[in-house]
């Protein structure tokens, strides 16, 4: 069975750094693209960014770019989300995702990540 | 880079069909890439309902189902079920290795 286990809640404080981890099992880990999605409390998704495994190419939404690290461990089936210095409005559910497709154009998200919820408060 | 537009909710009785629609640009939606929609329950992940702009994966209804007119693409359920009630997103590639997310849509089953 293909699946993405994400790391557990965290609570942080403004300025604190941050990674959360996303873990693939039952593919070829490094062969797929894993997206990263944003969903503030009560509002819709938002694309953050994506990386390819084989060769760690990260590809970031204009929105996010500069605000997060996109990174992976092919080595341990496992992609990273990280903050250098979070703040209040970084508190939302982060979901990864496996990107599949023949094409980068014409691809989806399947499976997705159980959500790791970061709170970001004084 | 702006979400596509959905409509904020849509309601139906049980039985009936709705339709979701999902508009965006000619850079988005209306170029030849493929949209995605998505399911998502109240405290759940989303879940994948439609790919490569038409096709149900395996397990997903096939009272789901999804076409596209110039810069709109749309959702459409039909023999509305009780558990369909959920928020439904669109998804489309933007362009320079990119993609966006439409701004979701609340289905209400009456």
């Known amino acids: 069975e293909v699946q993405l286990v994400q790391s557990g809640a965290e609570v942080k404080k403004p300025g604190e750094s941050l990674r959360i981890s996303c873990q693939g099992s039952g593919y070829s880990f490094a062969g797929y693209w894993i997206g990263w999605v944003r969903q503030m409390p009560g509002k819709g998704l938002e694309w953050m960014g994506i990386?390819?495994?084989?060769?760690?190419?990260?590809k970031y939404s204009p929105s996010f770019q500069g605000q997060v690290t996109i990174s992976v461990d092919k080595s341990i089936s496992t992609a990273y989300l990280q903050w250098s210095s979070l703040k209040a409005s970084d508190s939302a559910m982060y979901y990864c995702?496996?990107?599949?497709?023949?094409?980068?154009?014409?691809?989806?998200?399947?499976?997705w990540g159980q959500g790791t919820l970061v709170t970001v408060s004084s | 880079q702006s979400a596509l537009t959905q409509p904020a909710s849509v309601s139906g009785s049980p039985g009936q069909s709705i339709t979701i629609a999902c508009t965006g640009t000619s850079s988005d939606v209306g170029s030849y890439y493929p949209v995605s929609w998505y399911q998502q329950h109240p405290g759940k992940a989303p879940k994948l309902m439609i790919y490569?702009?038409?096709k149900r994966p395996s397990g997903v209804s096939d009272r789901f189902s999804a076409s596209k007119s110039g810069n709109t693409a749309s959702l459409t359920i039909s023999g509305l079920q009780a558990e369909d009630e959920a928020d439904y997103y669109c998804?489309?590639?933007?362009?320079?290795?990119?993609?966006?997310f439409g701004t979701g849509t609340k289905v209400t089953v009456l």
């Open positions: 990386i390819y495994p084989a060769n760690s190419d990260p």
């Open positions: 490569e702009g038409t």
């Open positions: 995702a496996r990107f599949s497709g023949a094409t980068f154009s014409a691809a989806w998200f399947d499976p």
């Open positions: 998804c489309s590639f933007a362009g320079s290795s990119t993609f966006v």
